[in-house]
């Protein structure tokens, strides 16, 4: 005689399980997506800040290594055929680096200049800016062949970038989440957090 099996699998979720599920989705949600904004930036921060840091490091490379200038500008256009330097754009609105050896230091010409070494688009996230502090460098660095930051009457070209989000200079908990980009007299350029260097944000 056979026995007959009773299921008893369930085949669904109950209303109290489900509920429990959307409770803490709405947790994880409430906490993580705050922390994951504030992840990505920071990042974009980073990002920005690297990417000014890199063409001026390679300019002033290759204006030693091939014993010419080599010029980082704003740009409005830095992706156009050809790009041009800006004195009215904002730093943050892009940049090129190039072998600046027609003699006009700070104004890219494609028939009489060289190569262009970096074309940065623009930088990413909220509101962000890049502000020099010093009038020297505000619309342009150039290197001369021994890697000194000179403009075209060799007056001494440094300072610092400050690059701003939308949070400004210092989070709601104190810490500074703005970035700087400094260049000293001798060409040495390194990024920083420190509050002193970086003084403000718009």
């Known amino acids: ?13 109950t209303l109290i399980e489900l509920m429990t599920v959307v409770a803490v989705l709405a947790i994880v949600l409430t906490v993580g997506v705050p922390q994951l904004n504030i992840y990505f930036q920071g990042n974009r921060m980073v990002s920005n800040t690297n990417d000014l840091v890199s063409a001026l490091q390679i300019a002033r490379s ?15 256009n830095p992706t156009a055929t050809p790009p041009a330097c800006s004195t009215t754009a ?10 600046d050896n027609d003699g006009i230091v700070g104004s890219y010409s494609s028939a009489n200049d060289g190569d262009l070494l970096r074309v940065y688009e623009g930088v990413s996230g909220n509101l962000v800016t890049v502000t020099p502090q010093d009038a020297s460098i505000a619309d342009f660095v150039s290197f001369t062949s021994r890697g000194v930051p000179k403009t075209a009457v060799g007056a001494t070209q440094s300072g610092v970038f400050s690059i701003c989000d939308d949070r ?9 989440v703005a970035r700087g980009v400094s ?7 390194r990024s920083t957090r420190l509050e002193s260097k970086i003084v403000s944000c718009p």
């Open 1 to 13: 005689m056979g026995m007959k099996t009773k299921l008893h699998d369930s085949l669904g979720y």
């Open 62 to 76: 290759e204006a030693i290594k091939q014993g010419t200038r080599a010029t980082v500008c704003k740009s409005s």
């Open 90 to 99: 904002g730093w943050e609105d892009g940049w090129i680096a190039f072998i």
């Open 168 to 176: 400004g200079l210092k989070n709601a908990a104190g810490n500074v």
């Open 183 to 189: 260049l000293n007299a001798a060409g040495r350029v």
